[in-house]
């Protein structure tokens, strides 16, 4: 089993669209969980950073963490063609831990 | 605010050509990374480096060198280009430790032919 599993996409939804991408993982150490948004020939920018389990809420944005399901969620919520981007999962925890990316999911809001 | 720059944005090179990619950041991060990012795959580490003087391998680290002479330049090297290593390069930085959010670069898209 890989350590980060993330939904392959792509993904395509219209305007205004709830969207919900989410990744599973492994390795119980993980304590820290990020989400990039990567853009067309851009490299990743750091959209969401969260340690405990629960919500955090920025803007649009809602990330969840749910560690004693190995589970986090991230939610977008009133989705614009200016979202649509390739959106990874990370997460780090342990001794001589190093990020662990997810594969990255393609989301395309239709106008 | 430049953030993690990084030259060449695009480079074709030959098999068995050499080159360096390089990567400065402005941010006084301590730590630097080295990733590729190929079709699918998402990131695989190369290299690291906690700090100016000390490097360390990554998980894909073969074919590549790399030297941290300063604390804002990470610069990493191809001796003998392989088709292979047709990839995008992207450096990062983070301040302090490895839990610490890291700051991309817009990568270098190499072709090797």
């Known amino acids: 089993q890989k350590e980060v599993e993330q939904d392959p996409g792509p993904l395509s939804v219209p305007e205004g669209a709830i969207v919900s991408l989410n990744c599973t993982y492994s390795n119980s150490a993980f304590q820290y969980f990020m989400w990039y948004r990567q853009y067309s020939r851009k490299g990743p920018e750091l959209l969401m950073y969260?340690?405990?389990?629960g919500n955090k809420e920025d803007g649009r944005f809602t990330a969840q963490v749910d560690k004693s399901s190995k589970y986090i969620s991230l939610f977008i919520r009133d989705s614009q063609p200016s979202d649509s981007a390739t959106y990874l999962c990370?997460?780090?925890?342990?001794?001589?831990?190093?990020?662990?990316f997810g594969k990255g999911i393609t989301l395309s809001v239709r106008p | 605010n430049a953030g993690v720059t990084q030259t060449p944005k695009f480079r074709i090179l030959k098999i068995g050509q050499s080159m360096t990619l390089q990567c400065t950041q402005d941010m006084n991060h301590n730590y630097m990374y080295w990733y590729r990012q190929d079709p699918g795959m998402g990131l695989k580490l190369i290299y690291y480096s906690v700090g100016a003087g000390i490097t360390d391998k990554g998980e894909v680290p073969n074919g590549y060198n790399v030297s941290r002479s300063t604390t804002e330049d990470f610069p990493l090297r191809l001796e003998l280009a392989a088709p292979s290593q047709t990839s995008v390069y992207f450096c990062?930085?983070?301040?302090?430790?490895?839990?610490?959010?890291?700051?991309f670069g817009d990568g270098t898209r190499l072709s090797i032919l």
């Open positions: 990062a930085s983070s301040y302090l430790g490895e839990n610490q959010p890291q700051h």
């Open positions: 969260t340690y405990s389990s």
């Open positions: 990370a997460m780090i925890g342990g001794a001589n831990s190093k990020l662990t």
